[in-house]
């Protein structure tokens, strides 16, 4: 079992940036990937990006390369996203996931999710 507890998000202004964060407990994460998605009212739940645990390789939706970066604290058990030049249509529910087989794209993949945590970006 893994616990995924997501903070960070908010209300920001256009071209703002925001540092999302999830903490993870339960069992050890040598062997784990984690992942953040988001999903916007209406839309189906969207990969943004992924890190395995163990050696911090990362991968990222295309279209989320350049602005978004994932990275994680070890010592803390957290991941991060950090988010720069937001726009309006980043706004959605950002979801943190824990998966056994990979850090890419596949919601099905991921067994473990936190309860998301909302992120505003007017206009």
């Known amino acids: 079992q893994v616990q995924l507890v997501e903070s960070g998000g908010g209300l920001v202004q256009a071209g703002g940036s925001l540092r999302l964060s999830c903490a993870a407990s339960g069992r050890t994460l040598s062997s784990t990937g984690l992942g953040w998605f988001r999903q916007a009212p209406g839309k189906e739940r969207e990969f943004v990006a992924g890190?395995?645990?163990?050696?911090?390789?990362?991968y990222y939706a295309d279209s989320m390369k350049g602005r978004f970066t994932i990275s994680r604290d070890n010592a803390k058990n957290t991941v991060y996203l950090q988010m720069n030049g937001l726009k309006p249509e980043d706004t959605a529910l950002y979801y943190c996931?824990?998966?056994?087989?990979?850090?890419?794209?596949?919601?099905?993949?991921?067994?473990?999710w936190g309860q998301g945590t909302q992120v505003t970006v007017s206009s």
């Open positions: 890190i395995w645990w163990s050696g911090g390789r990362t």
């Open positions: 996931a824990a998966s056994s087989v990979t850090y890419g794209g596949r919601v099905t993949e991921y067994d473990y």
